[in-house]
């Protein structure tokens, strides 16, 4: 465990041992701790994609933590045992991509480090825009710096709590990107929603996001049928109810961790019926084309919802 910026930790997990090796992952992925209080909370990888060795993530103290983030830095310390899952990427590198800009919001520079990491493998051009309140709440920025000098990265750092400070003109940005770019954005809800509206205009499959808080509450209406065509059950969706708990309460086991819609465990294909969509983690297409759902926070539009589970 390391100190990185003002509320900010890097915690490293190594294998038990050779009988326990790490899964391979990708740039931009995740993986989900299993905390001893019993929650599951996603953070990202920022290591090498290559590093076959450890899994690296940066934790946030969020001030209004309730449990995870607040576990992390209060209780874990280096010796400790934890349980994993992953790792899972719905924030993939386009590696083909001719240019990215990246642009990041506090903790939200975690999945773009790997992601930087590996254009300077690959020798492909890439700028950051990060933005943070104060420089002493700037995590990774030595390391950012770093990485721009060994490879073809421009770094654009945004302090707007320091005297003279600015923020990020997220439509300039958007503007001024090549044709031919992908543009990449993590942070705060704020950040993200204007980062969409700047980019309303360009290819979807060009933009990319990665939600750390959800943008939509639960739908908990209920008054439908779930029929679950793999284990043959059908669970009535309650007012007051997600589908998970639905499905839980009547011995459906489905993975779950954030239950927030951001991480993506929980997703479902879709086999029947017209999902209504609450999660941070589909894209616009995907959500159109309604073939598959996060069941911790999405709810029915239709009577009935037939899923492959």
Same mark, same amino acid.
């Given at each position: 465990?390391? !100190?990185?910026?003002?509320? =900010? +930790? ?9 009988? %326990? ?21 996603? &953070? ?12 690296? +993530? ?25 349980? +994993? ?23 939200? +520079? ?19 825009? &990060?933005?943070?309140?104060?420089? %002493? ?17 421009? =770094? ?5 709590? #320091? ?10 940005? %958007? ?8 543009? !990449? ?53 309650? /007012? ?5 708990? /639905?499905?839980?309460? #009547?011995?459906?086991?489905?993975? &779950? ?46 009577? =009935? ?5």
């Amino acid at each position: 465990m390391r !100190y990185e910026a003002q509320g =900010v +930790i890097s915690v490293e997990l190594a294998p038990l041992g050779p009988d %326990a090796p790490l899964a391979p992952f990708t740039a931009g992925a995740h993986i989900d701790l299993h905390l001893p209080n019993g929650l599951i909370r996603s &953070y990202s990888l920022l290591n090498h994609q290559g590093d076959a060795s450890r899994y690296l +993530i940066g934790v946030h103290l969020h001030p209004a933590s309730r449990g995870g983030s607040g576990h992390v830095h209060a209780a874990m310390r280096p010796g400790d045992v934890i349980t +994993i899952a992953g790792p899972r990427n719905h924030f993939e590198l386009a590696e083909d991509a001719q240019h990215c800009v990246f642009i990041a919001g506090g903790i939200g +520079i975690t999945p773009l480090l790997s992601m930087m990491r590996r254009l300077n493998e690959l020798q492909r051009p890439w700028e950051l825009h &990060y933005a943070a309140r104060t420089r %002493a709440q700037a995590a990774f920025l030595d390391e950012v710096r770093e990485l721009s000098a060994q490879g073809r990265g421009q =770094v654009t750092i945004a302090l707007d709590g #320091e005297p003279g400070g600015t923020s990020l003109d997220l439509a300039q940005i %958007a503007s001024r990107a090549p044709a031919h770019a992908h543009l !990449y954005c993590c942070g705060p809800v704020g950040m993200l929603e204007a980062f969409e509206a700047a980019t309303a205009g360009l290819p979807p499959a060009h933009v990319h996001t990665e939600y750390f808080a959800p943008r939509h509450k639960p739908q908990t209406s209920g008054g439908f049928e779930v029929r679950c065509a793999r284990s043959a059950k059908s669970v009535q969706v309650r /007012a007051g109810q997600t589908i998970l708990h /639905a499905l839980l309460d #009547e011995g459906v086991q489905v993975p &779950y961790a954030c239950e927030e819609g951001i991480c993506g465990t929980c997703e479902v294909p879709v086999l029947q019926g017209s999902p209504d969509h609450r999660d941070s983690v589909l894209t616009q297409q995907e959500k159109d084309a309604g073939k598959t759902m996060m069941v911790c926070c999405s709810g029915a539009k239709s009577e =009935v919802l037939v899923l492959d589970i």
